[in-house]
């Protein structure tokens, strides 16, 4: 068949919703706004069974109602706007030039979002006969959780996808994998005194000062994967507590960003720190954090902040699938690497062993960053390539 292309119509249809996404705020926990944006944009443009699930989710489908699902996987909030002094442009303004869209948000990723929306209607309208369905599945609490809110439309509202495929940035590219991550709280004890006489006290701070040392030759230590790349070690943030400022802490921690490699897991990484703590011989542990939150509709979340690393074989039929679409659509081989952060499919395929390939429009590097933009092209672009992917995996000829 011919490639898929929006029209004009829905190429204008396609920023306007983008922008009215990236104009909302949807930090984590706070997605209400612009999950109803989502739910609303595509009841209009006539998905079925569109609802909001019980963590918050907005799910969308198209396709006959039975058979294998696709499900097109990507997240609707946001980090925080570190220091706005740094943008040369208004977060959320989505302001456009030179057909670049820019705002937080734009890259990662809610230029993914739209993609998918727009595939479907693609796929929708093309009238093709599908033998199963494809779901879009935007979801809440990546940035702070990633998995959390697919482990909860997976294992609790029983979507059960054959593949996923993930709108995370990938520049038109194939991602097979990503490392994992793992987060930890190392406290160091001391003794309180008055800090006109710090001979009397044990000061945390120090011992702290200490094991950071440690740790930084640690990092440089770390297991290597010829794909993935290495395992790191990051601290992250330093708190202290003490009876006033002019006393000496008595209680100092750290929280230190893991990043997993394959051969890595929560086990190996927490024994690591814990010599390091031997080692130096102070008073000092060390435990995996809890993430603890309530959605925007009050459904409460916990789970241990440990996230897999995950590889899918490159000949994988999911991956060659990919790249065939990618290659019908765009005219040239994609990449096919993997991110170096972190995602949903920590959970579905790490956790679910459900195959999953990452493929989105969007430069990584810019995610997190000031003056974030996307390429309007490349949105129109995604959109066209998820249309033929399910086709791939789902036109009732294969």
């Known amino acids: 068949m011919s490639r898929f292309r929006l029209t004009l119509q829905d190429r204008t249809s396609l920023v306007a919703f983008l922008r009215d996404m990236v104009r909302t705020p949807s930090f984590s926990n706070q997605e209400s706004r612009v999950a109803a944006q989502i739910a609303a ?14 963590i918050g989710n907005v799910v969308g489908r198209v ?14 909030d946001t980090v925080q706007v570190s220091d706005p002094s740094a943008w040369t442009v208004a977060p959320f303004a989505a302001e456009i030039r030179d057909g670049v869209l820019y705002g937080l948000g734009a890259c990662d990723m809610k230029g993914g979002l739209a993609a998918m929306i727009y595939g479907a209607k693609l796929l929708q ?26 482990r909860v439309l997976i294992e609790e509202e029983r979507v059960r996808p054959e593949w996923v495929v993930l709108g995370e940035p990938t520049d038109l590219d194939v991602s097979r994998g990503q490392r994992g991550r793992l987060e930890m709280r190392l406290t160091a004890y001391g003794r309180s005194a008055h800090a006109a006489s710090p001979s009397l006290g044990d000061n945390a701070i120090y011992t702290t000062a200490r094991l ?3 740790l930084e030759l640690l990092a440089e230590q770390l297991a290597h994967d010829a794909f993935l790349g290495p395992g790191t070690l990051t601290v992250t943030s330093i708190t202290s507590s003490a009876s006033s400022r002019n006393a000496v802490p008595d209680r100092c921690e750290l ?35 809890e993430y603890d939150t309530v959605s925007y509709t ?17 000949d994988h039929p999911l991956v060659m699938s990919t790249v065939r679409a990618i290659r019908a659509q765009l005219k040239r081989r994609p990449r096919v690497t993997c991110w170096d952060f ?14 999953t390939v990452g493929f989105g429009p969007g430069d990584p590097q810019l995610a997190h960053t000031a003056d974030e933009h996307i390429r309007l092209n490349d949105v129109y672009a995604a959109a066209e390539v998820y249309a033929q992917i399910a086709v791939e995996l789902l036109a009732s000829a294969k």
């Open 41 to 54: 944009e595509m009841k209009r443009i006539g998905l079925r069974d569109v609802y909001t699930d019980r």
């Open 212 to 214: 950071v040392f440690g």
């Open 298 to 314: 009050g459904y409460a979340c916990h789970n241990r902040e440990c996230y897999p690393a995950w590889v899918m074989a490159e």
């Open 63 to 76: 396709g006959p109602g039975h058979g294998p699902v696709l499900m097109l996987n990507g997240h609707m």
């Open 342 to 355: 972190s995602t949903e499919g920590a959970y579905t395929a790490s956790v679910a062993g459900i195959p």
């Open 255 to 289: 929280i230190i960003d893991r990043r997993l490699t394959l051969g890595e897991n929560e086990t190996k990484a927490l024994a690591e720190v814990q010599r390091v703590i031997a080692r130096e011989g102070v008073r000092a542990e060390v435990q995996v954090t």
């Open 125 to 150: 309208d093309a009238g093709i006969s599908l033998r199963g369905d494809v779901v879009v599945a935007c979801v809440v609490q990546e940035e702070p959780s990633e998995g959390t809110s697919s």
